[in-house]
Nanobody, 124 residues
Framework: VQLQASGGGLVQAGGSLRLSCAASGRTFNKYAMSWFRQAPGRFREFVAHISWNGEITHYADSVKGRFTASRDNAKNTVYLQLNSLKPEDTAVYYC??????????????????WGQGTQVTVSS
């Protein structure tokens, strides 16, 4: 599956953005999806996860209550709503598909397909 992330941008602290990740391929709705982010000089870290049917979600503690993952399998798209943004949320955000059916949700190595990333910059 090929993934294309979009929706990033520059926003002031406290603002909101909605990221989208559009997938190609008819098997998209079989994959659990996660969002990761990577800030300069830091490792890529887990942000959010959504199961194949959207019924189960997981979030990193740092974004819990502020970010919301959702998906529309009819549109082959997964979303990440970012609210109450903070400068420390600044990073490149990546969507990833669990094409290995690993059952993992937060380990980079367990995701076989990645989008190209979209930059989110939060100014103070």
């Amino acid at each position: 599956v090929q993934l294309q992330a979009s929706g990033g941008g520059l926003v002031q602290a406290g603002g909101s953005l909605r990221l989208s990740c559009a997938a190609s391929g008819r098997t998209f709705n079989k994959y659990a999806m996660s969002w990761f982010r990577q800030a300069p000089g830091r490792f890529r870290e887990f942000v959010a996860h959504i199961s194949w049917n959207g019924e189960i979600t997981h979030y990193a503690d740092s974004v819990k209550g502020r970010f919301t993952a959702s998906r529309d399998n009819a549109k082959n798209t997964v979303y990440l709503q970012l609210n109450s943004l903070k400068p420390e949320d600044t990073a490149v955000y990546y969507c990833a598909a669990d094409t290995y059916y690993s059952g993992s949700y937060d380990e980079v190595r367990d995701f076989g397909s990645w989008g190209q990333g979209t930059q989110v910059t939060v100014s103070s």
